[in-house]
């Protein structure tokens, strides 16, 4: 793996995403997700502050911290209902893991709802294009059941967002 040669920012369906430059196999480490880790009073003060595209792009941590991605890759790392990469978390932080082949060309995605625990009332609207998009962004708890077993089956829902609480 090497974020460099491996993946690209580049215009996509909305917006700019990662773009993978090669084709990666199911269950390939697709990319490390590198960053700050803050509070979630950090994540609160971007919101406040109008910064909502910082805000947006943080990812959940553990059950009260955020890895802030500002100037890396995972800064652009996208939603889709039927994304091709998954969320595992290591003994070295986050990673963007594929769930099935990504051939070159193709935009890494993975689904946020993943990575909202039931606790966590953000929402957002979804236009990934995909025939089964949800069109509304939802906390774990709200995927539609096939999903949240399939992702469940897959191990791409971090074992500290299953154990949250509404
Ligand atoms: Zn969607």
């Known amino acids: 793996m090497n974020t460099r040669r491996d993946l690209a920012v580049?215009?996509?369906?909305?917006?700019?995403?990662i773009v993978a430059l090669r084709g990666f196999r199911r269950g390939a480490t697709?990319?490390?997700i590198r960053g700050r880790?803050?509070?979630?009073?950090?994540?609160w003060a971007y919101w406040r502050h109008g910064n909502t595209r910082r805000g947006e792009n943080c990812f959940r941590f553990d059950a009260d911290r955020y890895l802030d991605p500002e100037g890396e890759i995972g800064a652009w790392a996208n939603h889709a209902c039927n994304p091709n990469t998954g969320i595992v978390?290591?003994?070295r932080g986050l990673?963007?893991?594929a769930i099935?082949?990504?051939?070159?060309?193709?935009?890494v995605t993975h689904d946020y709802s993943t990575l909202l625990g039931a606790d966590d009332v953000w929402t957002m609207?979804?236009?990934?294009?995909?025939?089964?998009?949800r069109r509304t962004v939802r906390n774990v708890a709200k995927l539609p059941l096939a999903a949240l077993r399939r992702y469940r089956r897959l191990g791409v829902i971090p074992r500290f967002i299953l154990s949250t609480r509404a």
């Open 10 to 17: 580049r215009p996509v369906r909305n917006g700019r995403g």
């Open 37 to 43: 880790i803050v509070g979630a009073d950090a994540v």
């Open 89 to 91: 978390k290591d003994a």
């Open 95 to 97: 990673k963007l893991v």
């Open 30 to 32: 697709v990319c490390r």
């Open 125 to 133: 609207r979804c236009n990934c294009g995909d025939a089964d998009c």
């Open 100 to 107: 099935r082949a990504i051939a070159a060309g193709e935009e």
